[in-house]
Nanobody
Framework: QVQLVESGGGLVQPGGSLRLSCAASGISFSDYVMGWYRQAPGKQRELVAYITGGGRTNYLDSVKGRFTISRDNAKNTVYLQVNSLKPEDTAVYYC?????????WGQGTQVTVTS
């Protein structure tokens, strides 16, 4: 079975940090582009960052310099390090695995940034 399982979300104060993890099973992990999306209440889902099998990355402008995406192909895991968090980063964060002919989503993990 193909499955993505996110973890690491939580409640944090502004300026704080979290490390989100996404563990993949049932796919040939290194063949997939891995991405993190987020969806805030009342807003559309947006792509936060992605990383290719070769390690090329791209980021949403509003998170550049604060968030870092990485992958460990030996562990079939992708990470999103989120630093200097702002209240507007509050959202459900979703892991995504994508290649030609396949598109897989995780269940999401909640990140809440509040004083």
């Amino acid at each position: 079975q193909v499955q993505l399982v996110e973890s690491g979300g939580g409640l944090v104060q502004p300026g704080g940090s979290l490390r989100l993890s996404c563990a993949a099973s049932g796919i040939s992990f290194s063949d997939y582009v891995m991405g993190w999306y987020r969806q805030a209440p009342g807003k559309q889902r947006e792509l936060v960052a992605y990383i290719t099998g070769g390690g090329r990355t791209n980021y949403l402008d509003s998170v550049k310099g604060r968030f870092t995406i990485s992958r460990d192909n030996a562990k079939n895991t992708v990470y999103l390090q989120v630093n200097s968090l702002k209240p507007e980063d509050t959202a459900v964060y979703y892991c995504n695995a994508r290649r030609y002919g396949d598109n897989v989503w995780g269940q999401g993990t909640q990140v809440t940034v509040t004083s």
